[in-house]
């Protein structure tokens, strides 16, 4: 333990909602993986509970079955005594020493606590790509010396260029602004996504949106809260308070999922009045289009998709149907279903590193729920879910090319309005 239980004697009324009726092994991945009670929400609640009541005491096995937690909030979403699972793992693992292994939490607070080094990381892969090493490193067993092997099916192809935020200004090259928004960069889609977030910013502007990225914001500070790093996490939360004021925009906008739902608990942690006002303004992208009114794309995609929902927009943001009718209004594009679309990954930040057992399970059963549908592009919206779906489908082709290619929303989108023959979207001010 750090230093007691404190953080998790602060949700005992949260963790006493729980009613026991059973409703949430149904929607849990690791439960329906194992069917084990403790690896279900019901049994991580009961252990919680006797822990901070003094009926159990901290064991490794006791651990083992909450850190198997995906954090993933469909016991959340389905819970009907509204018991909230993500706000009571992140204070039990705050309380716990070494919630993370020492490589990640070194990785989280080395690089994503500071982007300078995190583009200098990208930027030295991007490089090692392009020159082959990459794949000489892993055809020679370089990487499997090195303990990388299985890291190196996450990577994609990665860009040299990054977005970082200094105030820029994007505007639509015509046609009136109908909104000013904020964009959260962040880190990853700053950096390994750098080409989503420039493609996040032309459908925005497309639709009449000035998109502002604040100079001297950051990491949303998800990944170190779910990682027991939390003063690491709450001092990335207030740094993202201070970069943006809410008062000066429209919306702030999120391109990936998980930062969306940290930014939209912001006054939990932060607890200001200008925290609470960043949490309501927050959208993420695929919710403003919808509410705002997508303007309808010219271009067409020809293709049969199905959508994957990620974890936090489907269930932590309560966001489905938007993501959908976007895609509906894309010309030449099919959209089909694939059975369990809400089931998670397995990805969960970091989850797939640190406990690759689960993540490994829940990467097969949902490539094969892709597979089954035929489709020839599978779309998400959140990083983690990409990489995790890149490295499912790459498995299931036998090979470095994904059986099926994996896209963000906003990806597609921007190539509907690409593909207008006099299409010119984005002027650049600042």
């Known amino acids: 333990m750090t230093g007691g239980l404190n953080l998790l004697r602060e949700q005992y009324d949260n963790l006493s909602a729980c009613i026991r009726c059973g409703l949430c092994l149904s929607v849990c991945p690791t439960y329906q993986v194992s069917f084990k009670e403790e690896e279900g929400p019901r049994g991580r609640i009961a252990m919680l509970k006797a822990l901070v009541e003094g009926h159990l005491n901290l064991t490794s096995d006791l651990l083992e079955h909450e850190l198997n937690c995906l954090v993933c909030e469909a016991c959340t979403a389905i819970c009907p005594a509204g018991y909230r699972m993500e706000p009571a793992q992140i204070a039990f693992r705050a309380d716990i020493r070494d919630a993370a292994p020492w490589p990640v939490r070194f990785g989280l607070d080395y690089f994503l606590g500071n982007l300078g080094r995190l583009r200098r990381l990208v930027r030295l892969l991007a490089l090692g790509q392009r020159a082959w090493l990459v794949s000489l490193a892993s055809r020679t067993g370089l990487v499997d010396v090195l303990g990388l092997r299985r890291l190196t099916r996450f990577l994609p192809d990665l860009p040299t260029t990054f977005i970082v935020p200094r105030g820029q200004v994007w505007r639509p090259a015509a046609g009136p602004v109908r909104y000013r928004v904020a964009l959260l960069t962040g880190c990853v889609m700053s950096t390994v996504f750098a080409g989503v977030t420039r493609a996040t910013i032309r459908v925005l502007t497309a639709n009449g949106c000035e998109v502002v990225a604040p100079a001297g914001q950051g990491c949303c500070g998800a990944l170190h809260l779910h990682g027991g790093l939390f003063d690491s996490g709450l001092r990335l939360v207030e740094n993202n308070v201070r970069a943006f004021n809410p008062d000066e925009f429209d919306a702030i906008i999120v391109n990936s999922a998980g930062c969306g739902t940290a ?18 303004k927050t959208r993420d992208v695929t919710e403003f289009l919808d509410e705002i009114g997508l303007k309808p794309p010219a271009g067409e995609v020809p293709v049969t998709a199905t959508y994957q929902d990620a974890c936090h927009l489907a269930h932590a943001q309560r966001i489905t149907a938007a993501p959908r009718r976007l895609l509906r209004a894309i010309p030449g594009l099919r959209l089909v279903e694939m059975a369990e679309p809400a089931l998670c990954c397995g990805s969960a930040g970091v989850y797939n590193v640190t406990r690759p057992g689960f993540a490994d399970a829940l990467m097969r059963r949902k490539a094969r729920n892709i597979l089954a549908t035929r489709a020839e592009m599978v779309i998400t919206a959140n990083p983690g879910c990409y990489l995790q779906l890149l490295a499912g489908l790459r498995e299931a082709a ?3 090319r994904p059986a099926v290619e994996v896209r963000f929303l906003v990806e597609v989108l921007d190539q509907a309005y690409q593909a207008a023959p006099q299409a010119v979207f984005v002027e650049v001010r600042g």
């Open 263 to 280: 930014l939209k608990t912001y006054d939990h942690y932060a607890g200001s009045p200008r925290a609470a006002a960043l949490a309501r």
């Open 398 to 400: 036998g090979g470095d």
